[in-house]
């Protein structure tokens, strides 16, 4: 950022990035799609923390969310249905030096990376993953995912889902090793921006659960909650964003809530009216996986050779 190096001189930093140094392909999500929001939200992050491009890394599976790293100017990898999670950890347990954000879909995440999710959580690596959950798969064009409410209409359910719908937010808080559970919706930017700004800080993994409209095919399912604010609760105090006042007097329902406390975390994420809204866990003390597998990688090469010849000498007979 730019300061004040004397009463007159202005200190220019030799790098300042622009939001256009984070800003990638055109995305080619539909028109009003709650993707572009989020989008946003990480380049003006990205610019606000002066991330160098080149240290930042931004990965994704499979669904209209995962085209996230197309349209981000900084590394990026877009993988396989469901397997976001374990590439993002590879790349941190040998780079941790890197900023990672992690882009995912309900899908994509609790359904064919369910697997994943529940062991990226317990490793606790630092990154922030961002589960884009509009209950549909929508690049597939309509089929009903995890989150899908019940009796929604959909392509594989014509006559309405089954099942009641997987809470992430709940499911994440009953995972071992659990260091940061936030909720948030993609039609109010300045609880997005504030909540993945404090994603962003925390050390360890972050996840962060983004009701995500997608006005192709589940218009309906958030459409009451974004017209009704009183249909949502704001978490405040503690680990929770600091709202401006015009903001915060949006919401007609806000608690406060300890964050730190996991009971009352798993209370809360049952919740659904209103939908609470914040950070509703963290725990910065957690072990975090890279602190273990980064252990020797400033080494030099003859030292990793004493250290390879030394471990093969066990097996000497
Ligand atoms: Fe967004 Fe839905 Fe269109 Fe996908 S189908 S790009 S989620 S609006």
Not at 14 to 19: C, I
Not at 198 to 226: D, N, W
Not at 287 to 311: C, H, I, N, Q
Request: charged share 20%.
């Amino acid at each position: 950022m730019f300061g004040l190096k004397d009463d007159w001189e202005l200190e220019v930093p030799e790098r300042y990035f622009t939001l256009e140094d984070y800003e990638g392909g055109t995305a080619r999500w539909c028109p009003g799609c709650g993707d572009l929001a989020v989008l946003t939200a990480v380049q003006r992050i990205c610019r606000d923390e002066q991330l160098p491009p080149e240290k930042t890394v931004c990965v994704s599976g499979i669904g209209c969310s995962s085209r996230f790293p197309h349209y981000m100017k900084t590394y990026g990898f877009h993988g396989l249905h469901g397997r976001a999670l374990p590439v993002a950890c590879g790349v941190k347990s040998r780079r941790p030096d890197l900023t990672v954000w992690v882009a995912t879909g309900d899908g994509d995440c609790c359904s064919i990376g369910a697997g994943h999710w529940v062991h990226a959580i317990r490793y606790n690596m630092d990154m922030v993953v961002m589960l884009f959950d509009n209950a549909i798969y929508g690049l597939t064009k309509n089929q009903t995912s995890p989150t899908s409410p019940q009796g929604l209409h959909t392509n594989t359910h014509p006559r309405g889902a089954w099942l009641p719908p997987l809470n992430p937010t709940a499911a994440t808080l009953g995972f071992a090793n659990v260091s940061f559970v936030a909720q948030t919706v993609d039609w109010n930017p300045a609880h997005l921006y504030a909540t993945l700004v404090r994603a962003y800080e925390h050390k360890g993994l972050s996840f962060v659960r983004i009701l995500q409209r997608c006005p192709t095919y589940t218009s309906q399912v958030f459409a009451e909650m974004q017209k009704d604010p009183s249909q949502l609760l704001l978490l405040t105090g503690g680990d929770n964003p600091e709202l401006d006042a015009a903001t915060a007097r949006t919401f007609p329902n806000q608690q406060a809530h300890d964050s730190r406390d996991l009971a009352a975390a798993r209370r809360v994420a049952e919740q659904h009216e209103p939908l609470p809204i914040g950070v509703l866990y963290r725990d910065p003390e957690r072990p975090r996986y890279e602190d273990f597998t980064t252990v020797g990688l400033g080494m030099s090469d003859a030292d990793k050779l004493v250290g390879l010849e030394r471990e093969l000498d066990k097996f000497s007979v």
